[in-house]
């Protein structure tokens, strides 16, 4: 019953966000901060999880394949896939729901407690429409951004990894990376990408409008919004996998 | 004028307001009084619009809250003031940015114009040259007065204050109070403050409504309360012996002084 409440609770504030803005220019003042916050607050850890990805991939991939009847350029095509196909998509969402989510949480929470969201209230200011709507926005732009950038990054990252390790010269992890490339894929991997950005920004933004207490419920609802965003990931994933595959 | 009709409001089996009547009039300070969980706070929230009441209204200058539009509600809330106890400046806004938010947000005025205004409502509250502060590099006074200056930007016609001396040495809470009732009287709006600190209720209370478990127990003037005899109120204001004393020592003075003229 209390899920359901929750559901429907969620559910009304997303409802509640489309409304006509006060000011629409400090709507999109306030949507850019949030793509700056999202999207170049995020950049550092993306950049350093993404490298490693690909190299740690390109690594235990070589450990497996002791076969001398695969060809090395394997390598290459497994790492490519691996990293568009999952590993962009749903660890950077992964690590961006415990980043950006955690910060959206206690952020709106922060706000709640401090009865600042009230002021706006009594500005006369629709807070959904102001403080979540942009961040949700801002998430859907610049999450698949950065899930595109991660991949590329994360196949160079492999690709560095097996030439410094002698795994596989370059040239021979490039035919790899030509070989049997479907396009499909890279719209699959957008299609988790805008869903997981959705998650990430959403169920945070929930947990944090909603918080009642104190400095310590702020950091409770934290904890639990990224553990419910992680879930739900994990779930999309699987969902979308089986549909789109 | 404010008119609180019926309103009753409950969460879950609690019932915090219980058919309460006010009316708060306009260029006066309407204090709020009551212990804690006597339902001040509920109250205001219901008056303000962040509560909707079970039952009843509230009437701003005839126009009933609850059953205004949408488009009335926001310009109603447009009118509207509000000087919250831990003052709900935004924290990664200065001083500035902090009063200037609503001028931006409702105002088509140039910067300029904007900054004249901030800086207008900044030398008010005896805030000057504190535009680039943020709210972590001033004191508690100094927020509760940038608060005031935010809730008067706008030219509001009602000013609501919640509890502005909470975390208040006396020296300060006295400088607050004064400020809300200078700036009652040059603007000529409507204030609404819900407080437990009796100097406030000295100080500035035009108007005092007593709330006690959820329902108006009492209402009259600052010169009024001192002789009520409402048990409620009286056990209230006089929960120290330190008071009592005070007020036997008031009633002596009084009955002296009418005892024995002074000379002019």
Redesign the interface.
């Known amino acids: 019953m209390k899920f359901f409440t929750k559901f429907g609770q969620y559910l009304l504030m997303l409802k509640g966000m489309f409304s006509r803005p006060?000011?629409p220019k400090?709507y999109w003042k306030e949507f850019m901060h949030q793509c700056v916050e999202i999207g170049i607050g995020s950049l550092p850890i993306v950049v350093i999880i993404s490298l490693f990805l690909g190299a740690v991939t390109t690594v235990q991939t070589a450990y497996q394949l002791v076969s001398p009847l695969v060809p090395a350029s394997t390598i290459g095509q497994i790492v490519r896939d691996s990293m568009i196909l999952e590993l962009s998509p749903t660890v950077v969402s992964i690590v961006l729901a415990g980043v950006v989510g955690s910060k959206i949480a206690s952020e709106l929470g922060?706000m709640r407690i401090?009865?600042?969201i009230?002021?706006l209230?009594?500005?006369?200011?629709n807070t959904k429409t102001y403080l979540v709507l942009p961040k949700i926005l801002a998430a859907l732009l610049m999450i698949p951004c950065l899930i595109t950038l991660s991949a590329f990054l994360g196949i160079w990252g492999g690709r560095t990894a097996a030439n410094m390790s002698s795994i596989v010269a370059s040239d021979i992890f490039d035919i790899g990376l030509r070989s049997n490339f479907l396009p499909k894929n890279v719209w699959f991997a957008l299609s988790k990408a805008y869903t997981f950005a959705f998650i990430v920004s959403s169920i945070p933004a929930y947990f944090g409008y909603f918080v009642t207490g104190g400095s310590l419920e702020i950091g409770r609802s934290s904890t639990t919004s990224v553990v419910v965003s992680c879930i739900l990931i994990l779930v999309a994933d699987y969902a979308l996998a089986a549909l789109l595959l | 004028m404010i008119e609180v009709k019926n309103l009753k409001k409950s969460f879950g089996d609690k019932t915090i307001l219980n058919d309460v009547n006010l009316v708060m009039e306009t260029g006066k300070s309407n204090l709020i009084i009551g212990s804690s969980g006597s339902g001040k706070t509920v109250l205001l929230k219901c008056i303000?619009?962040?509560f909707t009441p079970d039952e009843g209204k509230v009437v701003y200058d005839g126009m009933s809250m609850i059953d205004a539009s949408k488009d009335e509600?926001?310009?109603?809330?447009?009118q509207?003031g509000?000087l919250?106890?831990?003052s709900?400046?935004?924290?990664s806004m200065t001083v500035e940015k902090n009063i200037r938010?609503?001028l931006?947000?409702?105002t088509t005025l140039t910067s300029g114009e904007k900054l004249k205004k901030v800086n207008e409502v900044l030398a008010r509250v005896n805030m000057e040259g504190a535009n680039k502060k943020l709210p972590s590099e001033i004191s508690g006074g100094m927020k509760k007065r940038v608060g005031i200056a935010r809730a008067i930007v706008l030219n509001p016609k009602y000013l609501?204050c919640d509890e502005p001396n909470s975390g208040l040495d006396p020296q300060t809470s006295l400088v607050i109070d004064r400020l809300i009732r200078d700036i009652t009287l040059e603007y000529k709006i409507t204030t609404v403050v819900v407080t437990h600190d009796m100097n406030s209720v000295m100080e500035i209370g035009d108007h005092i409504f007593y709330m006690y478990q959820g329902r108006k127990q009492w209402e009259g003037s600052n010169k009024e309360i001192i002789r009520s005899n409402d048990e409620k109120l009286n056990e209230f204001i006089f929960a120290s012996d330190f008071l009592q004393d005070a007020k036997q020592m008031r009633m002596m003075h009084e009955e002296q002084d009418k005892k024995e003229p002074a000379n002019v």
């Open positions: 006060e000011n400090m922060n401090s009865e600042q009230d002021a209230e009594i500005m006369g200011i | 303000i619009g962040l509600k926001k310009e109603l809330r447009q509207i509000m919250f106890q831990g709900a400046l935004f924290d938010f609503p931006d947000m409702f609501f």
